[in-house]
C-alpha cells in the first residue's frame, strides 16, 4: 500500500499565500513524477504543477510565475504566492510510484485539500 497525507490548504485573502505538503509512505521502490492537480464543483481535474525526478517542473499557464512546485525525498510541495479567487479549488497531490522493481509505475491520489481565496 502507499499513502498520501496531504496538509496546508486553508482560508486566505486575494494577494496571500499558502503552502501546500504532500508526504508519500508505504510500499515504495522508486517514485516517478509528482505532481498538484486542482477541482472545482462542476469541472474537470486539471494539472497546476507537476515536477520529474529529473527535476524539470512543469506549470499551468494560470499559475506560471506564482506557484512553485518542489520535491524532496517522498515529499512535493506547493508554494502558491500572490493567491486570486480563481485558484479556489480542492487541491489533490498527485505521485506515480513503482512498488517493486520489477513493477509498472501505478498513480496515487492524496485526499485533497481545500484552498479558498476570498475577501
Known amino acids: 500500500q502507499v499513502q498520501l497525507v496531504e496538509s496546508g490548504g486553508g482560508l486566505v485573502q486575494p494577494g496571500g499565500s499558502l503552502r501546500l505538503s504532500c508526504a508519500a509512505s508505504?510500499?515504495?521502490?522508486?517514485?516517478?513524477?509528482m505532481g498538484w492537480y486542482r477541482q472545482d464543483p462542476g469541472k474537470e481535474r486539471e494539472l497546476v504543477a507537476a515536477?520529474?525526478?529529473?527535476?524539470s517542473t512543469n506549470y499551468a499557464d494560470s499559475v506560471k510565475g506564482r506557484f512553485t512546485i518542489s520535491r524532496d525525498n517522498a515529499k512535493v510541495y506547493l508554494q502558491m504566492n500572490s493567491l486570486k479567487p480563481e485558484d479556489t479549488a480542492v487541491y489533490y497531490c498527485?505521485?506515480?510510484?513503482?512498488?517493486?522493481?520489477?513493477?509498472?509505475?501505478?498513480?496515487?491520489w492524496g485526499q485533497g485539500t481545500q484552498v479558498t481565496v476570498s475577501s
Open positions: 498527485n505521485v506515480e510510484v513503482r512498488r517493486w522493481s520489477w513493477s509498472a509505475p501505478t498513480d496515487y
Open positions: 508505504g510500499s515504495i521502490f522508486s517514485i516517478n513524477a
Open positions: 515536477v520529474t525526478s529529473g527535476g
